[in-house]
Antibody
Framework: QVQLQESGPGLVKPSETLSLTCTVS????????WSWIRQPPGKGLEYIGY???????NYNPSLKSRVTISEDTSKNQFSLRLNSVTAADTAVYYC???????????WGQGTLVTVSS | QSVLTQPPSVSGAPGQRVTISCAGS?????????VHWYQQLPGTAPKLLIW???NRPSGVPDRFSGSKSGTSASLAISGLQAEDEAHYYC?????????????FGGGTNLTVL
């Protein structure tokens, strides 16, 4: 069974960089696409981006200037960096596996990141 | 404002059939990209319910079905049960001037009366 687990600070100061890591078990990140999705409190889902092992990335145009998604195949992990955060970036952040026709078949449990001084 | 438009809420009595719509445009659903549906129970991560417009992953009851036509898609839930009360999201792929990327609907809150 594929499992994903997000990790990282739960509190980030405004203007700083949000950094999260997703550890994957039960599958190799060298296969498939791996994505970050977020959900502000009480709101809907927002796609952040995905990475593919070849170094290919795809980002939400509205976040593209601030986002970097990268992979560490030696640790079977992928990571998210979001620069210059504001309170609007407060959300539950999910890592997930992208599969057939861009469907998302496995999700992490999510981690709440709050942007506040 | 979401690229895909869903009704904020729908409701139905146990045993009834409800549908949730997902309206897109010529740059996403209408361009031929598939639609996927997710169920999110309170306090949990979303769960894939329908993929590729009308395919159910293993373990999803056949009470759930999906369809797509033109620039829109629908999720139907028949034989409504109390445990179906959740938020439902549609998802597709969009390729406009900003570049191709995944898009979600704003979500629909299903209430079982």
């Amino acid at each position: 069974q594929v499992q994903l687990q997000e990790s990282g600070p739960g509190l980030v100061k405004p203007s700083e960089t949000l950094s999260l890591t997703c550890t994957v078990s039960g599958d190799s990140i060298s296969s498939h696409y791996w994505s970050w999705i977020r959900q502000p409190p009480g709101k809907g889902l927002e796609y952040i981006g995905y990475t593919y092992y070849s170094g290919t990335t795809n980002y939400n145009p509205s976040l593209k200037s601030r986002v970097t998604i990268s992979e560490d195949t030696s640790k079977n992990q992928f990571s998210l960096r979001l620069n210059s955060v504001t309170a609007a970036d407060t959300a539950v952040y999910y890592c997930a596996r992208v599969r057939l026709r861009h469907s998302i078949d496995f999700w992490g449990q999510g981690t709440l990141v709050t942007v506040s001084s | 404002q979401s690229v895909l438009t869903q009704p904020p809420s729908v409701s139905g009595a146990p045993g009834q059939r409800v549908t949730i719509s997902c309206a897109g445009s010529s740059s996403n659903i209408g361009a031929g990209y598939d639609v996927h549906w997710y169920q999110q129970l309170p306090g949990t991560a979303p769960k894939l319910l329908i993929w590729g417009n009308d395919n159910r992953p293993s373990g999803v009851p056949d009470r759930f079905s999906g369809s797509k036509s033109g620039t829109s898609a629908s999720l139907a839930i028949s034989g409504l049960q109390a445990e179906d009360e959740a938020h439902y999201y549609c998802q597709s792929y969009d390729n406009n001037l900003s570049g191709p990327h995944v898009v979600f609907g704003g979500g629909t809150n299903l209430t079982v009366l």
